[in-house]
């Protein structure tokens, strides 16, 4: 028996150099916000599991830590899980987070980026998310796909990632 999530299905569907999926979502503040409204700016899109737990809030501490970093890139950073407003709002309060938290209770964004997918944990399969991030360019472009993310000094990859590219 295993004591970590193993992932059993296959990596995302999504293809770098396609165009990113359109969403509209609520967030903490209950504004809808929509990728369309980020054209011309890079998009640091980030799906997590669930507010308040060791992973998820060290992956957004350190992504609120490189706010201004991404911002001097001419990115903004989009967290996403199924969690209601109200859960976002105490989060973020709680933890003194920085960024914007977007809320996806009917999973239909997860669906369309293909990150809710079978996970098996202690020998039972049960959907979720899976950590993943996208880093969508400045013309609404997938640039990057990070799938099954592991949070140690992730946001400082996608940072460094986003610099390289833009470089070249």
């Not at 295993?2 to 999504?14: A, C, D, G, P, R």
């Not at 599991?49 to 490189?66: H, I, M």
């Not at 709002?89 to 209770?105: A, R, Y």
Request: charged share 30%; net charge negative; glycine share 6%.
């Amino acid at each position: 028996m295993k004591t970590y999530i193993e992932y059993v299905m296959s990596k995302n569907s999504l293809t770098e150099g396609h165009k990113a999926p359109e969403f509209c979502l609520p967030d903490q503040d209950e504004n809808n916000v929509c990728l369309k409204d980020f054209a011309g700016k890079w998009v640091v899109l980030y799906f997590y599991p669930k507010d308040n737990t060791s992973g998820c809030t060290k992956e957004a501490q350190d992504f609120t830590a490189l706010k201004g970093d991404f911002e001097s890139e001419n990115a903004v950073i989009l967290g996403v899980s199924k969690d209601s407003v109200k859960s976002h709002i105490k989060f973020i309060e709680k933890k003194e987070l920085g960024i914007t938290l977007l809320s996806d209770e009917e999973t239909t964004i997860h669906q369309k980026y293909d990150v809710w997918r079978i996970k098996k944990n202690y020998g039972k399969e049960y959907l979720g998310t899976v950590r993943s991030t996208f880093l969508i360019d400045n013309e609404g472009n997938i640039a990057r796909i990070w799938d099954n993310v592991k949070t140690k000094e992730h946001a400082e990859k996608v940072l460094a990632t986003l610099k390289e590219i833009k470089a070249n």
